[in-house]
């Protein structure tokens, strides 16, 4: 913790544009150094991960070049690391445009380094097809460097496994893909100081900005260090998804309206990681 408290004490002095108590500098070292190594279907619909014009309130793609937009914040015990990988298309069958999706680290200060100890991986999230996982990063060989990540062709859901994407609610695959070349990991900041002219993240044509606060409340942390396996961050209501799986109805259609709707479930969930980044900070 003396590194976390330095950390924070030279924020005044240290580059802090975003105004979060943790120096700019050292949030890029850390989104460049534990990067994913992500796996991405050669025949993806949408090719790659977006780049967006800088400077506009709304989303406009600038290029499908594989950037990957990161964010880094300070928790009670450490840092949280945010990679988006966000797409101009959703190409499931119910096709949209804009896709937000994401993988995030938590970070602990051990002997002057910083190593990660936990991985999340974001699958369909806020849908009853939540098929968000987490786990030890001893157990995916990522303590000092990003997880393989796959994501599903077309739909663009995070798996920590290949079989876990074959596992999915749905119609998820993540067959015959091929690691991506990441162009470059661009620092979007906080919501309400944001960075390197991301404007558009508060964009409502997308669900970006929910996606920004703690990914490990306590009780999820309490159960991995418990775990000796990827578990589910976010456990569905029993029984509900191999009915969706069994009867061939895909999570795109539940997903979508789940989004139009903000349903009762989606709030709270929501309104439960504000408070915890809030009151954990």
Not at 25 to 53: G, H, I, M, T, W
Not at 120 to 135: F, I, N
Not at 145 to 163: C, D, T
Request: hydrophobic residues 40%; proline residues 4%; neutral net charge.
């Amino acid at each position: 913790m003396r590194i976390l408290t330095l950390l924070f004490a030279l924020g005044a002095f240290a580059a802090d544009r975003d105004l979060d108590g943790v120096a700019d500098e050292l949030e890029q070292s850390l989104l460049e150094r534990f990067v994913p190594r992500f796996y991405v279907a050669k025949n993806d619909c949408d090719l790659a991960p977006a780049e967006f014009e800088r400077g506009r309130m709304e989303p406009v793609l600038r290029q499908r070049n594989g950037t990957i937009y990161g964010q880094v914040f300070a928790v009670s015990g450490g840092l949280e690391l945010h990679y988006y990988h966000l797409w101009a298309e959703d190409c499931g069958r119910v096709r949209h445009k804009l896709d937000a999706e994401h993988v995030s680290g938590f970070l602990v200060e051990e002997k002057g380094e910083w190593r990660a100890r936990y991985w999340y991986a974001a699958a369909h999230e806020d849908t009853v097809c939540d098929r968000g996982a987490a786990a030890r990063a001893g157990l995916l060989n990522s303590e000092w460097r990003g997880p393989e990540v796959w994501i599903s062709r077309g739909k663009h859901a995070s798996f920590l496994s290949e079989s876990a994407c074959r596992a999915g609610c749905g119609s998820d695959r993540c067959d015959r893909s091929e690691r991506l070349t990441v162009a470059q990991v661009i620092n979007l900041g906080e919501a309400g100081n944001r960075l390197n002219g991301s404007d558009w993240l508060m964009a409502p044509e997308w669900n970006l900005r929910e996606k920004m606060g703690s990914d490990f409340p306590p009780d999820l942390q309490k159960a991995l260090d418990k775990s000796k396996r990827i578990i589910a961050a976010n456990p569905a209501t029993p029984g509900v998804q191999p009915v969706i799986l069994a009867g061939s109805t895909t999570i795109d259609s539940l997903a979508l309206a789940n989004n139009k709707t903000e349903g009762a479930l989606t709030k709270a969930h929501k309104a439960t990681k504000a408070w915890l980044r809030k009151h954990l900070n």
